[in-house]
């Protein structure tokens, strides 16, 4: 059961979702379509003041990414809430993205 959810629509031609699913438990899903060039590069994404899901096994395929999803812990919606998403990838930002869907 979600408690609210918040959207990166157009996030490098993909989108990434955070959605609170328990009292402290927020899971991240999503999937890039465009711009990452070097499938051995490393990828962080980084949300507002949470720390990056160092776990994050993202796979890149040229020129975007394969599904990924994380669980956030001792975190609620609110953390991801009204706050930019920065994407690097080896030691470059691709992107930076604000959040277009916030629902509670």
Excluded: W
Aim: net charge negative; charged share 20%; hydrophobic share 40%.
């Amino acid at each position: 059961m979600a408690i609210g959810d918040v959207t990166y629509t157009d996030a490098l031609g993909g989108r990434v979702t955070f959605t609170q699913t328990e009292d402290s438990t927020v899971r991240m899903t999503g999937q890039f379509n465009e711009g990452f060039d070097d499938q051995d590069a490393k990828v962080l994404l980084h949300v507002g003041d949470v720390p990056p899901a160092g776990s994050l096994d993202l796979g890149i395929n040229p020129p975007g990414t394969s599904a990924f999803e994380h669980d956030f812990n001792g975190v609620t919606i609110a953390d991801f809430t009204d706050v930019p998403i920065r994407i690097i990838a080896g030691n470059s930002v691709v992107a930076v993205c604000d959040p277009t869907v916030p629902v509670f």
